[in-house]
């Protein structure tokens, strides 16, 4: 009977009706990162929060950099009445002038002899017909913080009337100061000495942000991967848009983050960079030259020690003569020479005993010694002259890419940190 009413039960589908139990899931365990994975997270939060916290100093690095990759051209054109002479009878304005031994000795005689300027600490040559010789006097900062100024003094190299003058490291946005301005905002962050080694940090944290940067990136080995690591894509989704900007963009740029980095890490700091260097290639014995004839002598005249200085380099064009400050203190000319990878005043330079008229020193880019190979190479890369008005030109366009990363960067940021906020909630 009960047998009977159990059945009639299952099959009406009674309260007595016999229900399997569900079947037991079984627990698959929780996957734990490797370690590839654990390392890409913890360059992701070093990549995210020193691009956060330098980001600022970066973008400034960057458009200050687009401008005075033309600071010569630039200063030249909003400052006419200081830069600009007539050209000498039979040339025109543009044309090549070499600065002759007699045109140093006039021009030095010309502001040493009056009373209102004296003796100056350098004077830069212009290099074209229609330019300004450039007396350059050095004034004593006012604070730990403050930024070397030096009164510059125009002088036209023929008739070696005074133009004008200005004081390099004043501070402004007038047409007469605001390359220098742009100028000492790149270099110095307009706070001297401080500003100087804080450039030279930011340098160091640009190499870290490329190379953490170009790690979280790397995808996986498939040809989708790649492809759409390489691809920015937007889709109807402007965040999507957004983060594969970031990151191709990103690995395209990373050998000219890793050069502009390691140059001006060394331009401010080059003893953070001569291990790495010497590494490569040995350096030369660091150090300036000083006389070795008796300082009882008399100075000999700045057109003795032009003529030496090109006696020692024959196709050099002299770009500008750095006067001796001391006893023991020589001349220095600077020159150009044809093939040089650097642009306007050059990078060879020539030390001249101050007192016997002896060379002292040479540095020639054209034959550089062990380390100074990779040396003369920085400044060219770093503003773009190593490859004509194409570099600079390029150099100058890429001045807006750290504010690109740190916009597209910013809004990643913000994106992540809102869904980790909507998780916990």
């Known amino acids: 009977m009960s047998a009977a009413k159990d059945a009639a039960g299952a099959a009406t589908g009674g309260p007595e009706t016999a229900i399997a139990p569900p079947p037991r899931r079984t627990a698959h365990p929780v996957r734990k990162p490797g370690p590839l994975a654990r390392a890409k997270d913890l360059l992701r939060t070093v990549h995210l929060w020193l691009g956060l916290v330098f980001g600022s100093v970066f ?10 990759a033309w600071l010569h051209e630039i200063d030249h054109t909003l400052n006419a009445d200081l830069m600009a002479v007539a050209p000498p009878p039979g040339m025109h304005a543009g044309a090549p002038l070499p600065a002759t031994p007699a045109m140093v000795q ?3 005689e010309r502001l040493l002899n009056d009373p209102a300027y004296g003796k100056a600490t350098q004077i830069i040559f212009p290099g074209e017909a229609g330019e300004v010789a450039v007396a350059w006097y050095k004034l004593r900062p006012e604070g730990a913080y403050s930024l070397q100024q030096f009164r510059q003094v125009m002088v036209d190299p023929f008739t070696l009337r005074v133009t004008g003058e200005r004081v390099w490291g004043e501070l402004g946005f007038s047409r007469q100061l605001l390359m220098p301005t742009l100028f000492h905002l790149h270099r110095y962050l307009v706070a001297g000495e401080t500003g100087k080694t804080l450039i030279a940090a930011s340098g160091v944290v640009m190499l870290m942000v490329a190379l953490s ?7 996986k080995a498939t040809r989708s991967a790649w492809r759409m690591a390489l691809t920015v894509r937007h889709g109807g ?10 990151r191709a963009v990103g690995f395209f740029t990373v050998p000219v983050l890793l050069v502009l980095g390691f140059s ?5 700091q080059p ?3 001569a ?6 290639a040995p350096l030369p014995p660091a150090g300036k030259a000083v006389n070795h004839s008796d300082k009882s002598l008399p100075l000999i005249a700045p057109a003795d020690a032009v003529r030496a200085a090109q006696t020692a380099i024959p196709q050099g ?6 006067l001796p400050a001391k006893a023991d203190a020589p001349y220095e000319v600077r020159l150009r020479q044809p093939g040089e990878l650097r642009e306007g005043d050059g990078a060879t330079r020539v030390s001249i005993d101050s007192r016997s008229g002896r060379v002292l020193k040479v540095v020639d880019p054209l034959r550089p010694q062990g380390g100074e190979a990779v040396v003369n190479w920085l400044f060219p890369l770093h503003s773009g002259e190593a490859f004509g008005t194409a570099g600079r030109s390029f150099i100058s366009a890429f001045g807006l890419m750290p504010l690109v990363f740190f916009v597209t960067g910013l809004v990643i940021w913000s994106k992540r940190r809102r869904a980790k906020h909507k998780g916990r909630h």
Do not use: D, E, Y
């Open 106 to 108: 006039a021009v030095h």
């Open 271 to 273: 003893v953070w960079i």
């Open 264 to 268: 001006g890490t060394h331009f401010n």
């Open 237 to 246: 989704s402007w965040p999507r848009f957004n983060f594969s900007l970031h």
């Open 59 to 68: 973008v400034v690095l960057g458009l200050t950099g687009a401008a005075i």
């Open 317 to 322: 064009r002299v770009s500008r003569l750095s």
């Open 213 to 219: 940067g170009l790690f979280v990136w790397w995808p």
């Open 275 to 280: 291990p790495v260097i010497n590494a490569i």
